[in-house]
């Protein structure tokens, strides 16, 4: 069982066959999950705990309605573009500082599909340092990019030489891999940076990493 930072809980089941037996299953062993407050999340096989549901919608919508008002310049733009590239920069020369430059204090790293968050700018270093430290020659090579007044998002395809341990990875065994990842910038309109990323994993089957689907 994990804990999300919203205050409730994630339960990762592994080894899915079917949704609606693993529910079935896990609701049977678990009667503090037996009720409403909880909600099942089949594309990541997680029970969330779902007292802020209505809330976190509301927020939600009024949130899209911000991002969607946004008018772009062409000031605006080059803005946003150049900070990307500087970020981009500083990843290829393993530069953290230069990272962290980019971000606002407050920023967030989050991997969408497992629930793993860093926060701040020491959250940030750390993510950046436990992955070069796994990787050490980590390549992010950019197939898709889209920049707007609402931030950047990017496709890349990533290859590296796994030779540390990092999150739930499969152990390292010093070989290449090779994955694709989808990431969002968000751009804080105030503070002029981003204010972290999302990032989605797109193994290929035979390096599927476990939990992630």
Same mark, same amino acid.
């Given at each position: 069982?994990?804990?999300?930072?919203?205050?409730?809980?994630?339960?990762?089941?592994?080894?899915?066959?079917?949704?609606?037996?693993?529910?079935?299953?896990?609701?049977?062993?678990?009667?503090?999950?037996?009720?409403?407050?909880?909600?099942?999340?089949?594309?990541?096989?997680?029970?969330?705990?779902?007292?802020?549901?209505?809330?976190?919608?509301?927020?939600?919508?009024?949130?899209?309605?911000?991002?969607?008002?946004?008018?772009?310049?062409?000031?605006?733009?080059?803005?946003?573009?150049?900070?990307?590239?500087?970020?981009?920069?500083?990843?290829?020369?393993?530069?953290?500082?230069?990272?962290?430059?980019?971000?606002? *204090?407050?920023?967030?790293? *989050?991997? $969408?599909?497992?629930?793993?968050?860093?926060?701040?700018?020491?959250?940030?270093?750390?993510?950046?340092?436990?992955?070069?430290?796994?990787?050490?020659?980590?390549?992010? *090579?950019? *197939?898709?990019? $889209?920049?707007?007044?609402?931030?950047?998002?990017?496709?890349?395809?990533?290859?590296?030489?796994?030779?540390?341990?990092?999150?739930?990875?499969?152990?390292?065994?010093?070989?290449?891999?090779?994955?694709?990842?989808?990431?969002?910038?968000?751009?804080?309109?105030?503070?002029?940076?981003?204010?972290?990323?999302?990032?989605?994993?797109?193994?290929?089957?035979?390096?599927?990493?476990?939990?992630?689907?």
């Amino acid at each position: 069982m994990g804990h999300r930072s919203d205050g409730g809980c994630r339960f990762q089941v592994q080894g899915l066959e079917s949704s609606s037996r693993v529910i079935a299953n896990v609701f049977q062993r678990s009667p503090a999950l037996q009720g409403s407050a909880y909600r099942w999340d089949s594309r990541g096989g997680t029970i969330y705990h779902a007292h802020n549901v209505s809330f976190q919608r509301s927020m939600t919508k009024e949130r899209v309605a911000e991002l969607h008002s946004r008018k772009i310049t062409p000031e605006l733009y080059h803005e946003i573009r150049r900070l990307w590239q500087i970020h981009s920069i500083a990843e290829d020369r393993r530069d953290v500082p230069g990272l962290i430059s980019t971000l606002t *204090e407050d920023c967030v790293y *989050e991997l $969408v599909q497992t629930g793993d968050v860093w926060r701040g700018h020491e959250g940030a270093r750390q993510f950046y340092t436990e992955m070069m430290a796994a990787f050490p020659d980590i390549h992010f *090579e950019l *197939e898709n990019i $889209v920049i707007g007044p609402q931030g950047v998002f990017e496709e890349a395809h990533v290859t590296g030489t796994h030779v540390g341990a990092w999150l739930d990875f499969p152990p390292p065994t010093g070989t290449r891999v090779e994955f694709d990842v989808l990431i969002l910038f968000p751009w804080d309109i105030e503070k002029r940076r981003f204010s972290g990323e999302r990032v989605w994993f797109l193994f290929p089957q035979a390096h599927h990493r476990p939990g992630v689907s």
